[in-house]
């Protein structure tokens, strides 16, 4: 079995039982870090402490767009907190845009799109000043203007995960190099399929987004790293590539987004 990394999870949404058990299993599965995300202040300084106290885990500090807009005292302590942290801090993540939120908002109350954008742009500028990845939540129409405000801030070094959208988008992102990384449905799910065939692999990662829970094979079961190798299978079969050699890219480009910068 080779080395993986989960490249995006949110393990302070498990409970601490589920978590000690995840991480004291790590070795057996080969799985070496997790890239674990936060959603808001609190959230942050939970992965903190789990960082702290669990050597595998890479921390990332920032606020979810899937939920309503901070108030500007919230926003305030939170960069405060970055910033007093940030030698901690692996990446910028979970920031993007809410496409979820807003399609399932009823189109009788007007959706503060352009709130969510001026969050992120501020977001960005932390990144270009603090010299940080970021973990992009950006799918569909969202990941353009996402790309757009990228380019706007000079910022090279993006993540968009569980990433789905259009050609002319993937066209961009792959041209400026910017990363993505499949969940376990790429096992099932044929726009995940079709997705990995064109992205190149040395610009992708692989992460489980857990605890969110997956189908079919995964139908009922925790969302748990294990399921990373699974993925890995499917995305060599997709690539009609040797297995070791897509374990390897995978591995290197995690460690070429988060840990060299
Ligand atoms: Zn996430």
């Not at 960069?79 to 993007?96: L, P, V």
């Not at 940080?132 to 706007?152: S, T």
Request: net charge negative.
């Amino acid at each position: 079995m080779d080395k993986i990394i989960d490249a995006h999870i949110h393990l302070d949404q498990y409970t601490d039982k589920e978590i000690s058990s995840m991480i004291a299993h790590l070795d057996d599965i080969q799985c070496t870090h997790l890239i674990a995300v936060s959603t808001h202040l609190a959230s942050s300084q939970k992965t903190l402490m789990l960082a702290n106290t669990y050597p595998q885990v890479r921390p990332a500090f920032g606020f979810h767009p899937e939920q309503a807009l901070p108030t500007d005292s919230q926003l305030g302590d939170l960069f405060t907190w970055m910033a007093a942290n940030k030698d901690a801090m692996i990446a910028i993540g979970e920031i993007g845009l809410p496409y979820y939120l807003r399609n399932e908002t009823s189109s009788d109350i007007p959706f503060p799109q352009e709130g969510y954008i001026e969050l992120l742009d501020q977001f960005l500028q932390k990144a270009k000043v603090w010299n940080k990845p970021v973990i992009l939540h950006a799918v569909y129409e969202d990941a353009a203007i996402v790309c757009d405000l990228l380019e706007k801030h000079s910022i090279e070094n993006a993540h968009f995960h569980w990433f789905k959208g259009d050609p002319v988008t993937i066209e961009q992102m792959i041209e400026n190099g910017y990363h993505i990384s499949v969940t376990p449905d790429v096992v099932y799910e044929r726009e995940i399929q079709d997705l990995v065939k064109l992205y190149p692999l040395d610009r992708m990662m692989v992460e489980t987004d857990g605890p969110w829970r997956f189908e079919s094979e995964f139908a009922h079961q925790m969302t748990h790293p294990r399921m990373i190798h699974n993925s890995i299978s499917a995305i060599a079969a997709l690539k009609n590539m040797p297995l070791s050699e897509v374990y390897d890219s995978l591995y290197t480009n995690t460690c070429r987004v988060f840990m060299d910068s």
